[in-house]
């Protein structure tokens, strides 16, 4: 029989020390995430805030762009959110409504499901050939404004289906029961119920959607983003400026890098601001309707 | 107010949405532009269909009605399978004649990518190259913070610091990745050169830091996700044998996580080979086959955008970009499908215990 040496047994200090350390170093971590945000929030609120006035925002550029404002891109980015959030939030939602409401676990439901995935996995500079090969050539939309909200619709729409999915899952299925026990058809208690229950929730999923996609650049590359446009698109099926692409542009094909950095972190303030409006006013109602979930 | 009065409100909400209308129609002189021709037809477009939905009810037949109204639903159902196909159909459409025209040991063996000169080379590898070198040098960068971060969110952290800390991820996760570009090719692009001595303000590694950045917030979240879901039995029982925190951590959570954590990393990797703006602007673009995270390399992604713009429609070279389409949208959908299979199987594990 061997003996047992007591002290072997004893916990080890180094453990503890380990532990304290790894927490530090977690914790550093974590922090980093933080720190990083603070940084460039202030790095792009340093260089851009010179420049930021009225006229900045009101005015179109001028000078091949080393001088005036970003109205015209404001405008296009406007222009190309609403006519995108136009197209892809009923079908979005319509499709939420399909796999949450009516097609249960079939395998139709299941196909559908594994292609709101794919399609969420492709890489945007494949949806800006995806837009160039079939909105712009195929259907000679042309190089516009609706090609551009064709193209970023198909790639907001997974994103809209899963967020509206996730409001009509917060609805308890009594709701549904009681519903269906009145003699209402689905339709009816998908539209009478389930919609006006869940429609707060699907608001957000939308604005946080929408503030996803609000700088993305790459589906816009070839499917209607211009360099350079001194005036606002008047029709769908015009060229048009966009903030994000103004980005791009000024950041590497500038005339002049001195003179138009000033205006590209300009243009970078906005768009941050812009997107961080989305989010923010998507977090804010997300929390407001959980603490409403709470009394169901 | 006038809602105490049932008459006035059945009128106002009757006449609500035709005001509404005009009203649109209405202010849309005020812009010149297209959102004026949206408020135009918008507002037309509202009272159509307000109208129509209040007539039809009353002449069609319930059970028609409701038919209809599933096809139209079934049919949104549908249009993602609808537009997976589109993307993959005309994708191939246009990069298959590339396939045809450019011999495959060219394309897949060639070192140099040249589709400009008067013999034009078509040789993806150093696209490839500097894609695998970007998305690997981002892998080791963004994985282990990713990963602590989760860690420290759902083992660690009190209430308050998740407030602070989940709210900054999220935010981080939906700045433009234009500007997580710009912010590379500006500060970053001063930072190595200082700090290396390297002659490249734009490099592989500035490419990935900036990445490393912008995937973060994905590997945090998901992994969190991954975290949260081992069972509680687990840490008790851990905990219960004496472990410290970080004994739990490394020996019971991590490892009953790592499939999570595995798909974590997969969709980030997904999403790292995707990229194109931030790697366009950061990491110089420089066509070559290297290994140096300091020299300038060209993604895939970046040589699409780069060149689209200026090449003549159905050109052999317009095909083989379309060509490089088909490989990434081949790729991704490889490790996205790897990714979600580890997730199911992970799901499944967890939910028997």
Not at chain 1, 193 to 215: E, F, H, K, Q, Y
Not at chain 2, 79 to 93: D, G, H, N, R, T
Not at chain 2, 140 to 145: D, E
Request: charged residues 15%.
């Amino acid at each position: 029989m061997t003996t047992v040496d007591i002290a072997s047994l004893r916990p080890k200090k180094s453990r503890f020390v380990v532990n304290a350390v790894a927490k530090w170093v977690f914790r550093a971590m974590a922090y980093l995430i933080v720190a990083v945000l603070a940084g460039i929030i202030g790095y792009v609120f340093y260089r851009g805030v010179g420049v930021l006035s009225l006229s900045f925002l009101i005015e179109p550029p001028r000078h091949g762009m080393t001088e005036g404002g970003i109205s015209t891109c404001i405008y296009g980015t406007l222009a190309l959110l609403i006519l995108t959030t136009a197209i892809a939030v009923p079908l979005g939602v319509g499709a939420a409504v399909y796999l949450n409401e009516y097609a249960g676990h079939t395998r139709r439901a299941r196909a559908v499901r594994a292609a709101v995935n794919n399609l969420a996995g492709v890489p945007s500079i494949v949806f800006g050939l995806f837009g160039l090969g079939f909105f712009v050539i195929f259907l000679q939309i042309g190089a516009s404004l609706l090609a551009a909200s064709l193209t970023l619709s198909v790639m907001i729409l997974p994103i809209i289906i899963v967020a509206t999915q996730e409001a009509l899952k917060g609805i308890p299925n009594y709701f549904r029961e009681a519903s269906y026990a009145l003699g209402a058809t689905r339709w009816q208690t998908t539209s009478r119920t389930v919609l006006p229950l869940s429609v707060s929730g699907i608001i957000t999923g939308v604005i946080l959607s929408v503030g996803r996609v609000a700088g993305e650049t790459a589906p816009l590359l070839f499917t209607g983003a211009a360099f350079y446009l001194p005036y606002i698109p008047e029709h769908p099926k015009r060229q048009f400026m966009e903030l994000s692409y103004h980005i791009f542009a000024m950041a590497t094909q500038s005339i002049d890098i001195r003179k138009t950095m000033p205006i590209t972190f300009g243009t970078t303030f906005v768009l941050l601001a812009l997107v961080f409006g989305f989010n923010l006013i998507g977090i804010i109602y997300r929390m407001r309707e959980r603490s409403k979930r709470e009394s169901w | 107010m006038i809602f105490k009065f049932p008459k006035l409100k059945r009128g106002f909400l009757f006449a609500a949405p035709y005001l509404a209308g005009l009203l649109s129609m209405a202010f849309s002189y005020a812009d010149p532009g297209v959102i004026g021709w949206f408020m135009w037809y918008g507002g037309i477009a509202l009272m159509v269909v307000v109208t129509f939905a209040k007539i039809l009810p009353k002449i069609i037949p319930q059970k028609v009605r409701e038919k209809t109204i599933d096809i139209f639903i079934i049919a949104t159902g549908y249009s993602s399978i609808v537009a997976i196909f589109l993307i993959f159909f005309f994708i191939f459409k246009e990069g298959f004649t590339a396939f045809v025209d450019i011999p495959l040991a060219d394309l897949f063996g060639g070192k140099i990518w040249q589709p400009n000169s008067i013999v034009p080379k078509y040789g993806l590898l150093p696209l490839i190259n500097g894609t695998l070198l970007v998305t690997g040098l981002t892998a080791v960068i963004s994985v282990p913070i990713g990963v602590g971060t989760a860690v420290y969110i759902s083992e660690v952290a009190g209430r308050r610091e998740k407030e602070i800390i989940k709210p900054a991820i999220e935010l981080l996760a939906g700045i433009p990745s234009v500007i997580y570009g710009l912010l590379g090719m500006v500060i970053l692009g001063d930072l190595i050169p200082a700090i290396t001595g390297t002659p490249f303000r734009l490099n592989a590694l500035n490419g990935a830091i900036v990445l490393s950045v912008m995937l973060m917030p994905t590997i945090a979240s998901i992994a969190e996700d991954a975290i949260h879901n081992v069972p509680r039995t687990y840490r008790t029982a851990a905990a219960a044998m004496g472990a410290t925190r970080f004994e739990r951590i490394t020996r019971v959570i991590l490892p009953a996580a790592a499939s999570g954590i595995a798909a974590a990393v997969l969709l980030s990797v997904a999403r790292t080979l995707g990229e194109t703006m931030a790697v366009l602007l950061a990491t110089g673009n420089a066509a070559q086959l290297t290994a140096n995270p300091l020299a300038s390399v060209r993604t895939m992604t970046a040589n699409i955008a780069i060149e689209m713009g200026e090449v003549p429609f159905g050109s052999t070279h317009y095909h083989a970009l379309f060509a490089i389409g088909v490989v990434l949208f081949t790729i991704t959908f490889l490790v996205n499908f790897a990714a979600d299979t580890v997730l199911t199987r992970f799901a499944k594990k967890v939910g028997k215990e």
